[in-house]
């Protein structure tokens, strides 16, 4: 039997916020993830950047599509509102949202297949309307819901588990959303909680679209290719009465390095991701370098992380579109219908 509640009591010594909750209160359910899940790290980021910046569970409201990554809202942020919307749809529904009540916090969680494929055109246009919320996409590179096909993001090249080989051009989200106008930019790695964490709470303080691009290792379609001792393997020459899947667990990968360097991250399957942290002298606030610069390293076979890019007078779409300081949902039938006479003077302003 499997439980996924985790009890509400709290040991006393857990350090409060200014708020008075403790790390325990931007908690989720028990996480159904394979065990060493790199998209568990993301939600313990994402747990602990909220509890340090004194955020109130009940004015964030969480996003997500369909797949891996659309699951882990439930692991974090319990108290908070949520929305699971159909496959590659979040920006449309969050975007609604945000219109209808801009004083709440949003985040918006995705991954590379609800994104860059079934959702890239909502991707694109949430990115250029300048939404207010921090869009976070948990990129593995394969469809871990459905058994680890090849996403958009998947590198030329690369080998499926059932050793397939990518022949196509891979999309690179961090360049795309540069090239549409995000106001903040970054890429990480989800083993890298010393970079990460400050990069979520970044993203949740900037006032625009922000987006984060987390490198995060999938567990479970990455079998040594060949081995007579993989699951593969046996299962295909297995005569058993019934069928089991069985996923092993792994150690959880992680990594910490200095500004500026180079670090290779070698994965279960043996592959190497070769990660570089931007110097600290690098310039965030230059659009056009950011792209040359994610161009540069990509054709050295280098994953640049950090922050790429940040407007340091960004507007969102409520300025684009000139709103009202107070939130839709809260104007009332006056406000909404204001009468015969305003209905003349816009229709006049139309002419």
Do not use: W
Not at 41 to 54: G, V
Not at 61 to 76: D, E, M, R, V, W
Not at 223 to 236: A, L, Q
Not at 255 to 284: F, I, M, N, P
């Amino acid at each position: 039997m499997t439980y996924l509640a985790k009890p509400k009591l709290h040991h006393p010594s857990l350090q409060p916020n200014q708020l008075g909750f403790t790390r325990r209160d931007y908690e989720g359910a028990i996480s159904t993830l394979c065990a060493g899940c790199g998209h568990d790290s993301i939600s313990a980021a994402l747990i602990q950047a909220c509890y340090q910046l004194d955020l109130p569970p009940h004015r964030i409201a969480k996003l997500s599509g369909i797949g891996c990554s659309s699951k882990t809202p439930t692991y974090f942020l319990g108290a908070s509102h949520g929305f699971n919307s159909v496959h590659g749809r979040m920006p449309s529904v969050l975007t609604g949202a945000n219109l209808a009540n801009r004083d709440l916090i949003y985040l918006g969680v995705s991954g590379d297949g609800d994104s860059a494929s079934i959702g890239l055109g909502q991707f694109a246009h949430l990115m250029r309307r300048g939404v207010n919320m921090t869009y976070i996409v948990e990129n593995n590179g394969v469809y871990g819901l459905t058994k680890g096909q090849f996403s958009a993001t998947s590198d030329r090249g690369s080998k499926s588990k059932k050793g397939a080989i990518n022949a196509d051009e891979a999309i690179d989200m961090a360049a795309l959303a540069l090239q549409l106008g995000a106001t903040f930019v970054a890429r990480s790695f989800s083993g890298d909680k010393t970079q990460l964490v400050p990069l979520i709470e970044a993203a949740l303080s900037h006032q625009g679209t922000a987006f984060i691009d987390c490198i995060s290792p999938c567990v479970a379609f990455n079998n040594h290719v060949g081995s007579t001792k993989s699951f593969d393997y046996v299962r295909e020459h297995n005569e058993a009465v019934n069928f089991l899947d069985v996923i092993t667990p792994r150690a959880e990968i992680t990594t910490e390095y200095d500004e500026g360097a180079v670090q290779e991250v070698t994965q279960h399957d043996g592959s190497v991701l070769r990660l570089r942290k931007l110097a600290g002298d690098y310039d965030v606030n230059d659009r056009i370098a950011a792209m040359r610069f994610l161009a540069e390293h990509h054709a050295q076979g280098e994953i640049v992380t950090g922050l790429l890019f940040v407007d340091p007078e960004p507007e969102d779409l409520h300025v684009h579109i000139k709103t009202v300081p107070t939130p839709l949902k809260e104007l009332n039938e006056t406000a909404l219908c204001p009468g015969s006479a305003a209905l003349a003077k816009l229709n006049a302003s139309l002419r």
